[in-house]
């Protein structure tokens, strides 16, 4: 993005700055969907504070003139162990919604893990960034959850991210207050050929919260996987444990690497922190499968924390709609292109000089 104009106000300095600019240009009820968590916000502030806890015990010493961000991850090389994590209505941030995050995905060469209540058509997400995961939840309508699976495939998505700690919502209650909905014109269009693209206004609550109540599977369990698998080659991730016997169950059912989050302070209020439950998932896990994090992680030297925690990648939420908010495409690759400046220079001063030198030892 150009600063240059003498009358163009200078891009935030970094991500709290940026989710302000991002409050003075987006309404309020899509502010507080954007930045709320569930209930009290506990776990939504835990998140933060427990990544600022953790200490980075560097080395000194080291060879550090050339460095690199790259990793390998579900058969993808990718740029950076930074992703873009599945989150919904972009359009409600900028005009072209998850086209435009779709664009700065592919500029910065990483992953965008697009969700299921994208505002634009999958196949047009896909058609604009060949790095996109599709995330899916499940629908009580199970024709429309194979016909999901089976457009993303077809459109080339990378993977299928099942979220599991969703299918009850947790209480918002900012959103609640707000009473939020879809404005006209947008709509949750990948669910249209089954009828579930609109979401109206509903009195006293949350019309997200009733629209997953009405459609989404509470049924959905382990013995689900199977029929999942049967119905698509993609890999397929699971995001949303925090337990470590669930981790187990996941490698049992062959599932092809799990995401710790907890739907970023979003869902079960109250819930650890994702930077207090990555370590036990990490130890289950055993390295037989990857295991990403989400949930607070705003700086460079978190990205290393949680690899030397045992992540293979990390994914960022928020950041990437403040971005959108505030700059569309260009806006989210200067707030994604901050984290990876930092990532870059606090490799440096730990005297490390790509991902796979991250190991434990650095933690303090």
């Given amino acids: 993005m150009d600063d240059s104009s003498p ?32 209930l009290d916000e ?47 209505f972009h359009r409600l941030a900028h005009p072209d919604g998850e086209l435009a995050t779709a664009r700065a995905a592919r500029a910065l060469g990483t992953v965008m ?12 997400v896909c ?20 016909d999901l699976v089976a457009r993303a495939e077809a459109a080339g998505a990378k993977a299928i991210v099942l979220t599991v700690d969703a299918q009850m919502w947790g209480r918002r209650e900012r959103d609640v207050r707000n009473r939020f909905h879809l404005p006209d014109g947008i709509q949750a269009v990948n669910a249209l050929p089954g009828g579930f693209g609109e979401m109206p206004e509903r009195a006293a609550e949350s019309g997200l919260a009733a629209y997953v109540a ?50 970023g302070g979003r869902q079960l209020d109250t819930a650890p922190a994702t930077a207090a439950a ?20 705003r700086r460079g030297t978190d990205v290393i924390k949680a690899i030397a925690m045992g992540a293979s990648a990390v994914l960022i939420g928020r950041p990437v709609l403040w971005g959108l908010a505030v700059g569309g495409d260009r806006g989210i690759e200067q707030a994604v292109g ?10 440096a001063l730990c005297g490390v000089t790509s991902p796979g030198d991250i190991t434990s030892d650095l933690l303090g």
């Avoid at 390295?287 to 992680?297: E, F, K, M, S, Y």
Wanted: hydrophobic fraction near 45%.
């Fill in 214 to 263: 009405a459609l989404f599977d509470l049924t959905l369990s382990w013995r689900d996987l199977e029929s999942l698998r049967s119905q698509t080659s993609l890999p397929i991730v699971l995001k949303g444990i925090v337990h470590p016997d669930d981790a187990r169950l996941a490698v049992d059912s062959g599932i092809d690497a799990v995401v710790v989050s907890n739907h």
């Fill in 127 to 146: 058609a604009e960034h060949d790095l996109v995961w599709f995330q899916l939840y499940v629908y009580k309508d199970r024709g429309l959850t194979r």
């Fill in 338 to 347: 901050g984290i990876l400046g930092e990532l870059d220079e606090a490799m």
């Fill in 7 to 38: 009358n163009r106000q200078p891009w935030p300095l970094n991500l709290t700055d940026l989710e302000e600019a991002a409050g003075s240009v987006l309404s309020q009820m899509v502010f507080d969907y954007y930045r709320g968590g569930a």
């Fill in 113 to 124: 893990v697009l969700s299921t209540l994208s505002t634009v058509p999958m196949e047009e």
């Fill in 42 to 88: 506990i776990t939504l502030r835990r998140n933060r504070a427990a990544w600022e806890e953790i200490s980075l015990r560097y080395r000194v010493l080291c060879d550090v003139s050339t460095r690199r961000l790259d990793i390998d991850l579900l058969g993808s090389h990718v740029t950076s162990p930074v992703l873009f994590a599945p989150t919904a």
């Fill in 278 to 297: 990555l370590p036990a998932v990490v130890a289950a896990v055993d390295g037989r499968i990857p295991v990403l994090v989400d949930g607070g992680i």
